[in-house]
């Protein structure tokens, strides 16, 4: 199972998480890198990580579901379940 996106999918995937943990200043633009640790960039708390879940759920089209919330440590993490979703539930019916 691949469990990377490709170049332009991550680069969607950063531009959520930019938009929906509101990092997108510009004075102070903060760098993501797969490393990095989504809970502790500036100002997220639960609510914002609840509402970037289901941003990247409407934008990637998977169902990563509530148990991803503990699962998200890095972006890397949120990458896999992305990845994991793809797979899960490729060849269901629509």
Same mark, same amino acid.
């Given at each position: 199972?691949?469990?990377?996106?490709?170049?332009?999918?991550?680069?969607?995937?950063?531009? *959520?998480?930019?938009?929906?943990?509101?990092? +997108? =200043?510009?004075?102070?633009?903060?760098?993501?890198?797969?490393?990095?640790? @989504?809970?502790? *960039?500036? =100002?997220?708390?639960?609510?914002?990580?609840? =509402?970037? *879940?289901?941003?990247?759920?409407?934008?990637?089209? @998977?169902?990563? +579901?509530?148990?991803?919330?503990?699962?998200?440590?890095?972006?890397?993490?949120?990458?896999?379940?992305?990845?994991?979703?793809?797979?899960?539930?490729?060849?269901?019916?629509?």
């Amino acid at each position: 199972m691949n469990t990377r996106l490709d170049p332009g999918e991550r680069e969607q995937l950063y531009s *959520l998480i930019h938009e929906k943990l509101d990092l +997108g =200043g510009a004075e102070r633009p903060v760098e993501i890198e797969d490393t990095t640790a @989504v809970r502790e *960039l500036p =100002g997220v708390d639960s609510l914002k990580l609840f =509402g970037l *879940l289901g941003a990247i759920e409407l934008g990637f089209r @998977v169902n990563l +579901g509530f148990e991803a919330i503990p699962q998200v440590q890095t972006v890397r993490d949120v990458e896999r379940l992305i990845c994991e979703s793809r797979a899960r539930y490729a060849g269901r019916p629509s």
